[in-house]
């Protein structure tokens, strides 16, 4: 655990991540008056606990600002070798601290920030992918989603109450359907690409499940807050006895 400092520096700050390049993410945050210098902490979920103590998960210490002539503090994930973008198999999360002068560490720390990547492929028999938006990465509309995947050329979405699919075709303003964090969707590609998410961890989704006298299907995006949860059969057991089937695209 972190070891709390009286004042905390005021430490209520934003943290941003952006990418720099194909395996490299820029972070960027608020200066703190009275800080000498800054903690990053790296996890692969997203409600890592920062190591303060042992400092398994620190991956820069008593860190200062990358760029002077910018407002606020930047630093960027080298990754040390690591492809921190473009892996599908492992996603990573920020938090930042701050340090007094007397080498005391704030309590207190910035949001959490991840990336999360996508392989996207296009087959012989279909160019269909089911994503979700785990991220708040400043998507609020079907459009913005396309527009933000290398070849994306339809978004759908699964409508439960209608238990039918509406979808969106770039390029036409009919049915630019609004995004809901914590939902999936299928997007379809001109070729196999990846799609990297990066912004901050959103509010965990709430999902309303129904039953209709057509299907009883319904779309969720497991939350990232349920870590337990790594098999359908424990899906399926947490939504409870009203779940008779679980499937996957």
Known sequence: MLKNNKSNFGFKTFLSISIVNTTQLKLEWGEITGASGYNVYRGTAP?????????????????????????????????????????????????????????????????????????????????????????????????????????????????????????YTPGYSFNNFPLVYGYPYTVSITGNTIFTLTGTVATQPTFNLVNTAGTSNNAIMLPLDQESISSASQLASNIGGNCDLVSRW
């Not at 080298?78 to 921190?84: F, L």
């Not at 938090?95 to 080498?103: D, H, I, R």
């Open 47 to 167: 409600y890592f606990t920062p190591d303060g103590s042992g400092g398994t998960n620190r991956i820069a210490a008593d860190i200062t600002d990358q760029d002077a002539g910018t407002a606020g503090v930047q630093w960027t994930d080298t990754g040390s070798g690591t492809d921190i973008v473009g892996d599908a198999n492992t996603n990573y999360y920020y938090m930042v601290t701050a340090k007094g002068s007397t080498g005391d560490e704030s309590a207190v720390s910035t949001n959490r920030v991840g990336e999360f990547d996508y392989s996207l492929v296009k087959t012989a028999g279909t160019s269909n992918n089911n994503i979700a938006i785990p991220l708040d990465a400043g998507l609020s509309t079907a459009s913005d989603l396309a527009n933000a995947i290398t070849g994306c050329d339809l978004v759908s979405r699964w409508v439960a109450s209608t238990q039918s699919w509406e979808s």
